[in-house]
């Protein structure tokens, strides 16, 4: 599945990333990080993040030091582009919203902004003196990069498996009929995109890969092994991330910064209310989601604050997560430009944010 996605993508990723070969394992895996977070999977985007690092750590002349397609590919992954902020979309339909996908079109042009910036500034900070990397050989990726499927016996073809592809499809067509008729037709797509997405690409796959001759449960036996390392690996980058943003926390900087910063922003339309959410949101997910509660609890999800937290929401990543986990899967201890190309990601997808918000609803 990862080659025909890649194949596919093939023409804009070229563009995208110049130093990584079409055929490398990495392509495949940065092509399937950012399909999940567009389908608004983050949780399955990670391994396939960490996965991508690792293959982009193959082609890396410096250890240690991050290459221009490593802070272009996490610049990518802190925009978030997604078709669908479920979590979002979830706690507005739970606190009595006449309209919970109001967001979706606005979070679309928020987190559009955002990538676009992040592509901007990972390409144009590289050319930078103090951001520029040394210009040396790459060095000729080792014989596992390539992919191992194609030296190994092709697998015999799977007897009856058009005839099981068809019923799969006919079962989902007959659930789809089902669900439509007894929730109705007036919300089917979020309500489909929503609660079907994950439950089809597992199916999907899983399907896939076993008429493709794949062992399929030994692959993910595998996948689990390599999955375990990796988590040893980050946990101590995880941990020194989440202790800092704790500490700025309790520490009482949040609030000093959210009330210097208040009467700047009110007047561009970012209240004193949100301030908090658009500091936190390239540093603490869950942090961010809890301060988003709070305030379509308080001021209602379909108020103008309800509005704007929402799709700021669902407009960036946490940054500063990304890069720890992503840098600390690999040993990167030089990020260069990845920092500065991830907070200017993230000042544009709140910008982009608070301007669409406010030319729709205003402050009423």
């Given at each position: ?80 582009l ?57 060095p ?86 390599d ?13 020194a ?7 700025f ?13 208040s ?36 001021h209602?999800?379909?108020s ?61």
């Open positions: 599945m990862l080659r025909v996605i890649a194949r596919a993508a093939a023409p804009i990723m070229r563009r995208l990333f110049p130093q990584v070969p079409q055929d490398h394992p990495a392509m495949s895996a940065m092509i399937l990080s950012i399909a999940s977070n567009f389908l608004g999977l983050g949780n399955a985007a990670t391994p396939f993040g960490i996965r991508a690092m690792q293959e982009l750590d193959t082609l890396n002349p410096d250890k240690g030091v991050a290459t221009d397609a490593m802070v272009t590919f996490l610049a990518i992954n802190t925009a978030g997604a078709i669908l902020p479920t979590s979002v979309l979830a706690l507005r339909a739970s606190t009595g919203s006449n309209d919970p996908a109001a967001i979706v079109v606005t979070t679309w042009f928020a987190s559009g902004c955002a990538t676009l910036m992040a592509i901007l500034a990972s390409k144009l900070l590289s050319r930078l003196p103090r951001f520029r990397a040394p210009a040396r050989e790459a000729a990726p080792p014989a596992s990069a390539p992919v191992v499927e194609a030296a190994d016996p092709a697998p015999a073809p799977i007897r009856f498996g058009g005839w099981l592809a068809a019923g799969y499809v006919l079962a989902v067509a007959c659930g789809l009929i089902v669900h439509a008729v007894r929730e109705g037709t007036g919300d089917l797509a979020r309500t489909v995109m929503s609660f079907w997405t994950i439950p089809l690409l597992v199916a999907g796959l899983v399907l896939f890969g076993w008429l493709r001759g794949v062992k399929v449960y030994d692959a993910l036996l595998d996948g689990a092994k999955g375990f390392q990796v988590a040893l690996r980050i946990i101590p980058y995880l941990m991330i989440v202790v800092a943003v704790g500490m926390r309790a520490s009482g900087c949040l609030e000093l910064l959210v009330r210097g910063l009467p700047v922003t009110e007047p561009f339309g970012l209240p004193a209310e949100a301030v908090p959410l658009a500091l936190l949101r390239p540093l603490s997910g869950s942090g961010a989601y809890g301060v988003m509660s709070e305030i379509v609890a308080t209602g999800p379909d103008y604050l309800g509005y704007l937290a929402s799709t700021m929401q669902g407009s960036t990543d946490t940054t500063f997560y990304i890069l720890s986990v992503y840098f600390g899967a690999v040993g990167i201890k030089k990020s260069r430009h990845a920092v500065p190309a991830g907070l200017l990601t993230d000042f544009a997808g709140i910008a982009a944010a608070v301007a669409v918000c406010y030319v729709l609803w205003g402050r009423g």
